[in-house]
């Protein structure tokens, strides 16, 4: 039986990598903020599945809490066999507008998290022969969308980058770039959500299941569901100028996780 750890794991797209990895058999290790919420999480997934669920409570904008998370990932005694670095958050406003302590925070959170826990991870994985990782980015990587899409784009770039050169060696990495999904991101971030269309709302639990299933085949980006594939193929011909005046004037109300 693999172990799991899934960052961000309480709601969103985490609760869903949680959900279908314990379906799956896997045994957790659920990081998040709230305690309580953890503890609910894992009786449930335990109860539900049978699997065992460790709970570790972290903030990973802040270095204790990443080297908690990170020191997890290192324990050779209880190895980590898949990663799923999916804590994040949103910050309503233009640039300038927003704070900059909260700038570096979503940095923080969105890279220095990720670069040190995919190292990690990494490591051990390496030294066993297997394992994976899964980093959580957005469609707003490709897109002219401020620190939150130029994190998110840093995300897909290290990934890509960190794949090629642990190829052969059983270490599997994979950027999710998801769209707009129903969870708390946008609630979270005061962002209003009612001029999205509901044809580009995606569910978090095929956002998972088509995740897991990109890995398996060995995909570095998996963008699920064909709507946002097609997308995201068209905005790669729109000259940049037009698609950041557009995606400058939107997403300032709404973005894509």
């Not at 899934?6 to 797209?13: E, K, P, R």
């Not at 580009?200 to 998996?222: C, H, I, N, P, Q």
């Amino acid at each position: 039986m693999t172990t799991a750890l899934i960052t961000g794991s309480t709601a969103g797209i985490g609760a869903a990598f949680a959900r279908r990895l314990a379906a799956d058999g896997h045994d957790l290790v659920l990081v998040a903020r709230d305690i309580g919420r953890l503890r609910e999480q894992a009786t449930e997934l335990h109860d539900r599945h049978g699997i065992e669920a460790e709970v570790l409570t972290a903030d990973l904008s802040e270095d204790k809490g990443i080297e908690a998370v990170a020191e997890r990932l290192g324990d050779r005694t209880y190895p980590v066999d898949l990663l799923i670095n999916n804590a994040g958050f949103g910050n309503k406003g233009r640039y300038l507008d927003v704070p900059m302590a909260d700038e570096l925070r979503m940095l923080k959170v969105h890279c220095e998290a990720v670069l040190r826990l995919t190292t990690a991870a990494a490591e051990g994985m390496r030294e066993r022969g297997r394992g994976g990782v899964v980093n959580v980015a957005s469609t707003a990587a490709f897109l002219p969308r401020g620190t939150y899409g130029a994190s998110k784009a840093w995300v897909v770039q290290f990934t890509q980058g960190a794949a090629q050169d642990l190829a052969g060696n059983g270490v599997r990495l994979m950027a999710l770039c998801p769209g707009f999904v129903r969870t708390e991101f946008h609630q979270r971030a005061g962002m209003g959500t009612d001029n999205i269309p509901n044809w580009m709302w995606l569910d978090a639990d095929k956002v998972a299941e088509a995740a897991l299933a990109d890995l398996a085949r060995g995909r570095t980006v998996s963008i699920p569901d064909a709507r946002y594939k097609t997308l995201m193929g068209v905005a790669k011909l729109v000259p940049r100028g037009v698609l950041g005046g557009f995606s400058s004037r939107t997403g300032r109300k709404y973005g894509p996780q």
